[in-house]
């Protein structure tokens, strides 16, 4: 998904827990919005590897591309979505109350990823464990 969805579905998301759960408290809730997205940085941490190039334009459309063609790119492993990673924030967050906003945001942001990749019939062009990713070989991809 692009991130200016994911920036206005967390902003739903936030507008509602604020008008829900107003006990939460602005920055909880802000932890939450800017969690939604900014995790997103692994698509351009997974382009600055493979291409050494910073340019964050040509990244976004670099991506863009393998989307639009519908091309199967695996390996293309996002950290940031990995199973690991949300066993991680979630285990954080059981001794870090702060740690729960932002595995609350990641886990949305992961959902809404799933739900659009199922949409678009293309599930099978993520990796989704961190440890399959780092046994596979990769030679039989890209």
């Not at 829900?20 to 909880?28: D, T």
């Not at 932890?31 to 340019?55: A, G, M, Q």
């Not at 942001?109 to 990749?117: A, E, T």
Request: aromatic share 24%.
């Amino acid at each position: 998904m692009y991130p200016k969805y994911h920036i206005i579905i967390g902003a739903i998301l936030s507008t509602i827990l604020l008008v829900f759960y107003p006990s939460l408290g602005i920055f909880p809730i802000t932890i939450i919005f800017l969690s939604s997205f900014i995790f997103d940085i692994d698509h351009y941490l997974f382009y600055l590897k493979r291409e050494k190039n910073f340019n964050l334009k040509k990244a976004y459309y670099w991506h863009k591309k393998f989307r639009e063609e519908n091309k199967f790119h695996k390996p293309l492993i996002h950290l940031f979505h990995t199973i690991e990673f949300h066993v991680l924030l979630l285990t954080l967050a059981f001794y870090f109350s702060f740690f729960k906003y932002i595995f609350t945001g990641v886990l949305f942001h992961s959902l809404v990823d799933l739900l659009d990749l199922i949409y678009a019939k293309r599930v099978h062009v993520r990796e989704y464990f961190l440890i399959r990713y780092l046994i596979r070989d990769k030679k039989k991809y890209f």
